[in-house]
């Protein structure tokens, strides 16, 4: 089959996730078909380097024969069972001893999911069931974040404060709600960061008291947004919450979806940010995205209480703990372990992104080149010196995205920012590639949009 030939069936067929049906129908999609370490290949043989690791997950980058060989060889020996009525089996117990094992010391359950998005269903479930059988059943209230994402199943929308989502999602789940979100060059110029973290701790505290100090349950949060645009919060944020948190008893869930196995440096977020989670939902870079998996780590306050004091908890999936899953999710640990992947993030390939990344603050379209680990984020503005943003109507975000695409670059657009989260086993060649695609794809995003005739042109190859 020829590229026309998938585009016409998939148009035909195929619905894709977070997408313009109709749209995407006229332009025709792109057909990848090969990946090899951080490079793509689709079926017009380009080859693209994948500055988003797939979506945030192929962390131990694309042809891992381990990962293969895991998987063949657990399929062979029992390719599914299920973890329900009293049974368990090898890959399911040796992926949550591990799991345990690389988590903050207080953390020692797991309960698998298929999802990122599974996983924060469980943990709405697992909270107020954690209260209800503290005696405090009115502690129901969960507060989440503005442009925070936890998945796209009705909890994780819920959780999550994506506006477009709940538009079209119908009613949320009750008792949910959102507080700002310390995004500093959206909406905090005109103070210091540090200021505007505090501020924004402070909206938690407000939110607490304005749905009564003993009716919230839990705060939720990515230790920095990933699909809300990169946003790494300022460093006065984090400590402050955990003071408000401490101060109403409250859980802390801190979503690691995307930041846990090695996004930031260290193992999970919450151990660059000095954060102790009651909960933290886990997916995509677990099995490094070869197979799903997610799972929820339970520290021991939550795990004690469902365990002693819970009886049966009437939750789970038929893929809790698939074995196979389980197995190469195993091994993508065992590998991103003994090729010291989370640590050579932390002490070489963090800075050198971030110095590099940061060669892209000059360029007339950025207001701001940000990055910590190897998740990076560019602002694209119309006026370097106020920060002023480009006419909506511009594109200017998806513009580039696909000039990216075009010059052989997956950059994903947020609005007008620009993101990127390479797979952690990118060599320091391939970020100075990475950097050169982008200040290209930005050179022409800037000559389009500052040449009114060529402003509604679709980028070509
Ligand atoms: C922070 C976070 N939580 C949850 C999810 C949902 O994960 P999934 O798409 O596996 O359901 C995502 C997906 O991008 C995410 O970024």
Redesign the pocket.
Known sequence: MQTQDYQALDRTHHLHPFTDFKALGEEGSRVVTHAEGVYLRDSEGNRILDGMAG??CVNLGYGRRELVEAATAQLEQLPYYNTFFKTTHPPAVRLAEKLCKLAPSHINQVFFTG???EA?DTVLRMVRRYWALKGRPDKQWIIGRENG????TLA?MSLGGMAPMHAQGGPCVPGIAHIRQPYWFGEGQGMSPEAFGRECAAALEAKILELGEDRVAAFIA?PVQ??GGAIMPPESYWPAVKKVLAKYDILLVV?E??CGFGRLGEWFGSQHYGLEPDLM?V??GLSSGYLPI?GVLVGDRVAETLVEEGGEFFHGFTYSGHPTCAAVALKNLELLEAEGVVDRVREDLGSYLAERWASLADHPIVGEARSLGLMAALELVADKTTGQRFDKSLGAGNLCRDLCFASGLVMRSVGDTMIIAPPLVIRREEIDELVELARRALDETARRLTHAPHMQEEPTA
């Open positions: 979506l945030w999802s990122g998005s924060n994402y936890h998945g796209s994780g990515e990933g699909a979503d979806v995307i939902p997916a995509k997610g």
